[in-house]
């Protein structure tokens, strides 16, 4: 599918659903997840889109909710954060799908046993995301990351129990995240509990866990579109189109208001 048979196909919808991921989608990495900078042209094309009546917006990412709600004040769209585990509706309604008492003792066990393991090391940064916790290692050397990361995956499974969690994966990243922490999971969820009948479905992301939600999306006869990142491009993929940058997403986007 051409970028032109996408513009055809999205703007002939009656409707439109657009599942849009943040990072490495729509804006360029942060150099650690805790770094907040809004950009306004994000945020200007979010608002238009909102603001048309034939398309609904949700923004599926694995920041926190907290962070998402920075990074976008804007009213009328889904924000999904934690992988659709915390979610704000368009009508300003706050929902969680995991009781965090459940999973945080664990998480509070593997916390320290990470710290440790990357104390004393550069290029590595742990996330706290309240209902998950992520290692991220991009900024360490490749030999340094992988023998890290392959301890911080030792360690969960000593300490997480079955069936309760899932571990992520990724470039230089590991992740453990309560079970339903998926974006196909979330995007089953938002369809069934807020029908828009007859919406085109279109998705954009840009790593393993967007690919999760293209089945999704397949299945229910809609399109995917993924920004191709270094680490993603000998993968094999699901996507419909690629995008190589989020600059070009959001010109795409910009285009097809």
């Given at each position: 599918m051409s970028k032109a048979e996408l513009l055809r196909?999205?703007?002939?919808?009656?409707?439109?659903?657009?599942?849009?991921?943040?990072?490495?989608?729509?804006?360029?990495?942060?150099?650690?997840?805790d770094h907040i900078e809004p950009d306004g042209r994000v945020i200007g094309l979010l608002e238009q889109l909102a603001g048309n009546p034939a398309i609904r917006v949700t923004i599926l990412s694995g920041r926190r909710l907290h962070h998402l709600r920075q990074l976008l004040p804007i009213s009328g769209i889904f924000l999904a954060g934690t992988y659709g585990i915390e979610l704000l509706t368009p009508t300003g309604e706050?929902?969680?799908?995991?009781?965090?008492?459940?999973?945080?003792?664990?998480?509070?066990?593997?916390?320290?046993?990470?710290?440790?393991?990357?104390?004393?090391?550069?290029?590595?940064?742990?996330?706290?995301?309240?209902?998950?916790?992520?290692?991220?290692?991009?900024?360490?050397?490749?030999?340094?990351?992988?023998?890290?990361?392959?301890?911080?995956?030792e360690l969960i499974k000593k300490s997480a129990g079955s069936g309760q969690f899932r571990i992520l994966g990724g470039h230089k990243f590991l992740e453990i995240a309560p079970a339903l922490a998926?974006?196909?999971?979330?995007?089953?969820?938002?369809?069934?509990?807020?029908?828009?009948?007859?919406?085109?479905?279109?998705?954009?992301?840009?790593?393993?866990?967007?690919?999760?939600?293209?089945?999704?999306?397949?299945?229910?006869?809609?399109?995917?579109?993924?920004?191709?990142?270094?680490?993603?491009?000998?993968?094999?993929?699901?996507?419909?189109?690629?995008?190589?940058?989020?600059m070009e997403t959001i010109d795409w986007l910009q285009e097809f208001v």
């Amino acid at each position: 599918m051409s970028k032109a048979e996408l513009l055809r196909w999205a703007s002939g919808a009656q409707c439109l659903w657009l599942f849009l991921d943040y990072d490495g989608t729509l804006a360029d990495f942060a150099p650690t997840p805790d770094h907040i900078e809004p950009d306004g042209r994000v945020i200007g094309l979010l608002e238009q889109l909102a603001g048309n009546p034939a398309i609904r917006v949700t923004i599926l990412s694995g920041r926190r909710l907290h962070h998402l709600r920075q990074l976008l004040p804007i009213s009328g769209i889904f924000l999904a954060g934690t992988y659709g585990i915390e979610l704000l509706t368009p009508t300003g309604e706050s929902l969680y799908r995991v009781d965090s008492q459940e999973i945080r003792p664990t998480l509070e066990q593997i916390i320290p046993l990470w710290e440790k393991t990357i104390r004393g090391r550069n290029g590595f940064y742990l996330e706290d995301k309240g209902w998950a916790i992520a290692l991220h290692a991009r900024f360490a050397n490749d030999q340094e990351a992988e023998k890290v990361i392959t301890k911080a995956s030792e360690l969960i499974k000593k300490s997480a129990g079955s069936g309760q969690f899932r571990i992520l994966g990724g470039h230089k990243f590991l992740e453990i995240a309560p079970a339903l922490a998926s974006k196909a999971n979330a995007i089953s969820y938002l369809i069934s509990q807020y029908p828009l009948p007859g919406a085109r479905l279109l998705c954009i992301g840009d790593d393993d866990k967007d690919e999760e939600a293209f089945y999704v999306i397949h299945a229910r006869g809609g399109a995917a579109a993924k920004v191709i990142q270094p680490s993603q491009i000998s993968r094999p993929t699901e996507a419909d189109f690629f995008f190589e940058s989020p600059m070009e997403t959001i010109d795409w986007l910009q285009e097809f208001v």
